[in-house]
């Protein structure tokens, strides 16, 4: 049987609220007017973070050259990091005349050879998918020979975008990883992280207060992950899905296939941290262990908020506008309300329905939710007297034209934000913007300008 | 003469330095003023490519792409991707050019390119750029070779102070606008294409571009044949000079393979002196030559004790290598990006094509490197130092504005190249004296 998801099937996942009432996908990008990147992007943001893995992308140049070591996904592995590591056939003439098979081949038992991985995911691109070289063919085959399992994703850019390609990525693992092995022990508290790739040491902000409860991760998806876990995944107790809605058709199968139920955390915020961490003891349903997780938030919380004490003045009757995407249009809001900072308005462009409905019980019925954050944000920062612009680099124009301070809020950043710490790297940030003369020095008018 | 390796051998690439052609063609378009570059291929080529720019130059940068699905890429000849594009550009916006180059998914369909821009009747210049031949270098030559032949106009005249300058892909934008500078200060108007300098110089613009915003006009890439001479820089676009004289075969092409150096940047003044009939130096320039030969003297102590492995396009390893070699550096090694005529020209021990997989083979070899960002882990790995130079850089901000070449850009590569071999033998020597203490104490 051939490893090619079914496309149509991930695009319409039954487990989506919105999918109930929509006929059939828009999934086909507009040309000349489209942004953002491919199924190859997505699976790789999906995936890479396996440091123990090899990451052999089957394609040219542009599908690698400047897309690794690109993430800061840290690991604690201590082999070689191959996150940091780029693996690409490097597509050239001759493979697209003679078929690239055999270099697919060669080039899977150079990366065993030399940098002895736990499994080697190799993603096959446009050309390769056009010219029909059969990859699953070949990674069955090096997957006997070496006795690592060589899993085939199949995530050429033209069958749509990220948030496709990280689906496609889902289903490989589960395909291939997931129940292929038994974990050593078992515990009643073994949990799967789903969507927590670790970015900027997200995880390391929140995983050890799960272990001092008692709760174990079992395996991750693919923060700071191991293929060892991840194929004893089958034997947890509930999957967690970290801020990432595209791996429900995951957890879905895995409730079907294993009976694992699932539950849909974000750890952005205190709010938040100490909802998803009270969520997860419930839905393991212990009542010592609930009673225990109440305590520790209890606990933290207080810590933080004495932590919080000196910024609570400079936050006091700030109003920010938030423009980012996705779930980040009420988890970072949610960060931000915790710190005292009022979100007047957020972008809800590349929101689901549900992350709208989200957006709105977190900001109130007076917040702006903004659909066309490029033209809108300029004038609500006018009308609400806004201090603070959170977004990407692209929307820096808009702050230093309306003289307000601006922090960048892309997933490059280089800090995490995460848990309950993570507030405090934020609220130290924020209080940077608010208080760097630049955002109204930069774009003064000179003294011999009129 | 440099030992030269061709072809790497390997079935892959480990830690890849080389970058693909069609990222060449959108920094090439990204040189014309108000265009809206246009990668034909699925929307990830684009993407990818369009947040290595922003990252490099930590400026926002115009790409658009046909977005080809898979209904498109087994259906569409290109007619239906590439005009709907164009229409869906217009309707929010009206760039001056639209600059189509395609990617190895659109070249192994094969779409008819010429078929369909023949079609299309808004400014527009094509390209093909299939990304499994060639890299940045090649990438850039053809879009520049494109762009005069669809764009200029033939011409039987000449005005006898005119230039066009073809900068190689390796060159910042700064060093664009001190080459141009350097040039006009011999009497001449430069028109350089493509042009950085003013596109994506680290510029803060009146407000947020949807376009390009700077470089080279249409309307001067219109009239380029009048120019008396084109002069090329860097061998990859040496050939970009017959494709400017075949509109005018009265143009006279001088060729540079570098400019860096004092070597280098003689060769370039002493051709400046004869075609602009001058005696004498600018003031400026020949001031700037004495602190060249000032800077050789106070860093050749550092960089002649120091061997270096190069990581780069061809033309960038040739023209660092120069550099270095003035003042006794040691180029051990040279790891090229992709196959180049230059490569046998390179003062360099041992040339090869390869990755960093190579680098780190053979890390016995240097002491320093200096490279894209990739090589500070590979640094860190083999214990040595690095300096970032080349595409991409996303560990430094200020790369467009890092200038390497000519009599004043040589000083700087030499300060910093000779500081920082100093600051890492003094961490060695302090190591040392760190573990004879601990000795010392056991």
Known sequence: ?450 | MAEVRRKSGKPLQVNPHKLSQPMGATLAFLGVDRCMPLMHGAQGCASFTKVMFTRHFCEPIALQTTAVNDVIAVLDGGDYSISESVKNIGDKIAPDLIGVHTTGLTETKGDDLRGVASKIDVPLVYVNTPDFKGGLESGWTLTTQALIDQLTAPCDRVEAQKIVLVPNVSLQPIEVEKLRDFIEAFGFNVVAVPDLSSSLDNHLGEKQASLSSGGVTVAELERLADAAFVVSVGASVKPVGAVLQKKNPAIQHRHFDHVSGLVGTDALVAWLLEASGRDALPAVVERWRKRLQDAMLDSHFSIGQTRFLLVAEPDHLAAMAASLREVGGKVTLAIATVDSPILGDIQADQVVVGDLEDAENMSDAYDMIIGNFHTEALAHRVGKKAIMRGFPNYEEIGNALKHDVLYEGGAYFLFEIANAAERMREAQVHHEREQIKLQGIA
């Open chain 1, 1 to 450: 049987m051939s490893s090619k998801p079914k496309i149509k099937e991930l695009l319409v996942e039954s487990a989506c609220e919105h999918n109930k009432d929509k006929k059939g996908s828009c999934n086909a990008p507009t040309p000349g007017a489209t942004t953002g990147g491919c199924a190859l992007d997505g699976a790789q943001i999906a995936l890479f973070p396996f440091a123990d893995a090899a990451h052999l992308v089957h394609g040219p140049m542009s599908c690698i050259g400047g897309a690794w070591e690109t993430r800061l996904t840290p690991t604690s592995w201590s082999g070689r990091d191959l996150t940091q590591t780029g693996f690409a056939t490097d597509i050239n003439n001759n493979d697209v005349v003679f078929g690239g098979e055999k270099k697919l081949a060669a080039a899977i038992d150079h990366i065993v050879a030399n940098y002895a991985p736990e499994a080697v995911f190799v993603y096959s691109t446009c050309v390769p998918a056009l010219t029909g070289d059969d990859i699953d063919a070949v990674c069955k085959h090096r997957s006997e020979k070496h006795g690592i399992p060589c899993v085939p994703v199949h995530v050429p850019g033209f069958v749509g975008a990220k948030n496709l390609g990280s689906r496609i990525a889902g289903e490989a693992v589960l395909q291939h990883l997931i129940g292929t092995k038994e974990p050593e022990e078992s515990t009643p508290f073994d949990i799967n992280l789903i969507g927590e790739h670790n970015n900027t040491g997200e995880l390391w902000r929140y995983r050890h207060l799960l272990e001092e409860l008692g709760i174990r991760v079992l395996s991750t998806f693919s923060g700071d992950g191991r293929i060892s876990e991840i194929r004893t995944a089958h034997r947890a107790k509930l999957n967690v899905i970290v801020c990432a809605k595209s791996l429900i058709s995951m957890t879905r199968k895995m409730q079907e296939q294993y009976g694992i139920p699932w539950i849909s955390c974000s750890f952005y915020g205190k709010t938040d941290t100490s909802a998803g961490i009270l969520a997860i003891a419930e839905a393991l349903g212990d009542a010592d262990l609930i009673e225990r997780t109440r305590a520790l938030i209890a606990r933290e919380e207080a810590r933080l908020e004495e932590k919080l004490m000196p910024y609570r003045a400079i936050f006091a009757g700030k109003k920010a506008v938030l423009n980012t995407g996705g779930n980040k249009a009420w988890s970072i809001a949610s960060a931000l309300q915790d710190l005292g900072i009022e979100v007047v308005a957020t972008s809800v462009r590349k929101s689901t329905e549900a992350d709208k409905a989200k957006a709105r019980e977190y900001l109130g019925e007076n917040a702006i939710l903004m659909t066309e954050p490029a033209t809108q944000q300029a004038k609500i920062i006018d009308e609400t007297g806004a201090h603070l612009l959170l977004a990407g680099g692209r929307s820096l124009y808009t702050a230093i034209k309306k003289r307000i301070a601006f922090t960048d809020v892309n997933q490059e950043k280089k800090k995490s934000y995460g848990g309950y710490d993570g507030l405090l790297v934020l609220a130290e940030d924020l209080k940077n913007s608010l208080q760097n003369p630049v955002f109204e020095l930069v774009d003064r008018k000179a003294p011999w300008q009129k």
